[in-house]
Every structure is written in C-alpha cells, then in structure tokens.
C-alpha cells in the first residue's frame, strides 16, 4: 500500500516537474476558484445570520433604505426617519412591535436587559461610517 501511494506521488511530481508552467495555471486557477468559493460561503453565512440568536428570529425584519446624493451615488442606509416605527404599526396589522436603533458614531453605550450588561463596541466617526456604506 506504502509503495503504491509512494508511486503514485513520485509520478504526480514528475508530471508537475515536466509541465511546470502549465501545472501553475492550473493550481492557480483551482486555489482562485476554492477561495472565491470560500469567501462567498462566508459572505452569506454572515447575511443570514443576522439575529439568529432570538427564538422568534424568523419574525424579526431590519427596514433600511437606499439614499442617493447630489452626485448620484447610491447609499446604503440602516438609519430610518423616528417617525417611521410607529407609522408602520399603525399602517401594518400584523406588526407586533418596533424598536429604533440610533446609531451611534464614536460614543459608548451601555445597553441593559434581561439582568445583563454591556457596552456596545465604538463603531468609529460619522465619515468613517458613511465610507463603509457607500458602493
């Protein structure tokens, strides 16, 4: 068994040797294609897993916006105007209830429930936030 994988390998690095050039496109090609699969994978994972820890998480709905500037560019927003929360339950029965979630640009806060407490992490500047945001 030992000397057949060890055939097995001897032949695979001769070929390699022999078609070198040939063999780096190749392996390159599947390591772009393994990676762009990789990092696809992840990038879902994390948008579906968006408040997946709540027992009601296939009830919850984030409501955001796409704003666009003077120039033209498309923003991507979460921010929503304070009114918006309350209009929405009263228009839309089957809303149970809403929270607003302000932002918080370079400021710490500490958010208390269910007898437990935490700071939120510093999310950085208003120009900060609004690069990450932009397309």
Same mark, same amino acid.
């Given at each position: 068994m030992q $000397?057949?994988?060890r055939n097995y390998l001897t032949l695979t690095w001769r070929n390699l040797a022999k078609n070198s050039t040939y063999s780096i496109i190749i392996i390159s090609g599947l390591v772009l294609a393994y990676s762009a699969c990789l990092v696809i994978f992840l990038f879902i994972d994390n948008e579906t897993s968006y408040d997946r820890q709540s027992p009601d998480a296939d009830r919850i709905f984030r409501v955001t916006h796409i704003a666009v500037d003077d120039a033209g560019t498309r923003i991507n927003d979460t921010t929503t105007p304070k009114a918006l929360g309350p209009l929405l339950s009263q228009?839309?029965?089957a809303i149970e209830s809403t929270v607003r979630i302000i932002p918080?640009? $370079?400021v #710490?806060?500490?958010v208390t429930g269910n007898?437990? $407490?935490f700071y939120e992490p510093d #999310?950085?500047?208003r120009q900060q936030h609004d690069q990450l945001l932009r397309f």
């Open positions: $000397s057949m994988l228009d839309i029965t918080t640009w $370079s #710490r806060v500490l007898k437990k $407490s #999310r950085g500047s």
